[in-house]
């Protein structure tokens, strides 16, 4: 037989072959670094949300001052326009001297990309913040808040929400101090009376929920549970429960958001003893069945997602914690946006400096993908916004 050798270049092509595949590999896995630009020109900031097309992005904005001996705090709505990255509209919100009653805790454009509603002075209002015509105002009746008072339950709004389509707005009212029940409201802006409504019997600290696209559903995610449920979906036109995650069978749900009418992902929170990784589970309601995964290393994903109008790309949270004591301290704060029908990283962040330890971050996708926003609400607080490599395609 003749003998076959291999010559010093081979092997020297070779390798470097093998230095390819191996880089495209790492790249697959982790996508190219995507670097913000701080949003300076707006400070102290509480919530945020994207307008549907992509093209602004909505602030609430808290600032404090002096009058004589009492701290107050200013609150106003500022416009930012993504691509001329300048402020084109700031609507003030009231002032009080209590900050978290009165701020702008939470926002959200209508589906008609042109009004806005925010909770702020237990009440919902939606206006144009161009023109800074108010439309609807919906006093939610909740009373007076102590936030002293400690044996007394006190309501207390922890999320709110627009449904995607229809002209509805929607909160979720717990009572602190001892979250033992809870409230879900459907409110009609037009009318500006509750359509429908679900009292929780259940320990509520820390819920979120989710509309369905179609709006006919709610996911309501719990956290922190203490009766063993950690997600409900309701069904609004039978007001009846129709899936439920008990935590024996999963761990505590940090998020749920929709794919389809009929397909739910969820999110674990940080799992304490480091003994699994999170993943993003795709869930068909109809079954109830999990029918894909999703996770990233070392940690795996957790405490928040989010997805673009079209379902065609997620976010999902991939930040590192550690124990200390009773609880959870950030090591690194990242995210990663991949691709759904490939299952494709698309883009990694790389960490997000933090102003404060005390509150958890948040952030928000673009429904075009083609942006992510990142802030810690409080005081002194600023937004970092990424813009993403590439955008979903119509």
Excluded at 115 to 128: E, G, K
Excluded at 278 to 288: H, M, P
């Amino acid at each position: 037989m003749p003998e076959h050798r291999i010559s010093g270049r081979s092997i020297y092509l070779l390798m470097l072959v093998l230095a390819f595949v191996a880089i495209a590999s790492d790249l697959n896995a982790t996508g190219p670094d995507v670097e913000p630009y701080r949003l300076d020109a707006v400070h102290s900031v509480q919530s945020a949300d994207f307008s549907p097309d992509g093209h602004f992005l909505a602030l609430g904005v808290t600032q404090s001052g002096k009058l004589g001996a009492d701290t107050t705090f200013s609150n106003s709505v500022a416009i930012w326009d993504l691509n001329s990255k300048k402020i084109v509209a700031n609507t003030p919100f009231g002032s009080g001297k209590w900050q978290p009653l009165c701020e702008a805790r939470f926002l959200h454009y209508m589906p008609d990309g042109r009004r806005l509603a925010v909770l702020a002075d237990d009440a919902i209002t939606v206006f144009d913040p161009m023109s800074r015509g108010e439309i609807s105002r919906i006093d939610l009746g909740l009373g007076p808040f102590d936030p002293t008072a400690e044996r007394s339950p006190s309501p207390w709004v922890v999320d709110m929400k627009v449904a995607p389509v229809g002209n509805k707005v929607a909160v979720l009212i717990t009572y602190l101090h001892n979250y033992k029940s809870a409230q879900l409201r459907v409110y009609d802006v037009g009318t500006k009376l509750v359509t429908w409504e679900w009292n929780f019997q259940e320990d509520v600290n820390g819920y979120s929920f989710e509309f369905s696209p179609d709006a006919t559903k709610i996911a309501v995610a719990m956290p922190y549970p203490r009766r063993g449920v950690g997600l409900v979906v309701l069904d609004i036109d039978s007001s009846r429960e129709v899936f439920r995650l008990p935590t024996r069978q999963e761990d505590p749900t940090a998020r749920a958001i929709f794919a389809t009418n009929t397909e739910l992902l969820t999110v674990p929170v940080w799992e304490d003893n480091h003994t699994r990784r999170g993943s993003v589970k795709f869930w068909d309601l109809t079954t109830g069945k999990v029918t894909r995964q999703i996770s990233a290393s070392p940690a795996g994903i957790h405490y928040y997602i989010d997805m673009t109008m079209d379902r065609r790309h997620l976010l999902g949270y991939i930040g590192t914690e550690k124990t200390v004591e009773y609880f959870s301290d950030p090591v690194d704060e990242r995210f990663q946006i991949w691709d759904l029908r490939s299952g494709n990283v698309i883009a990694t962040s790389g960490d997000i400096p933090r102003s404060n330890k005390s509150d958890p971050l948040q952030m928000r996708l673009s429904p075009d993908g083609r942006w992510v926003v990142a802030y810690v609400p409080g005081l002194g607080a600023m937004a970092e916004v990424f813009e993403l490599p590439t955008a979903s395609a119509p």
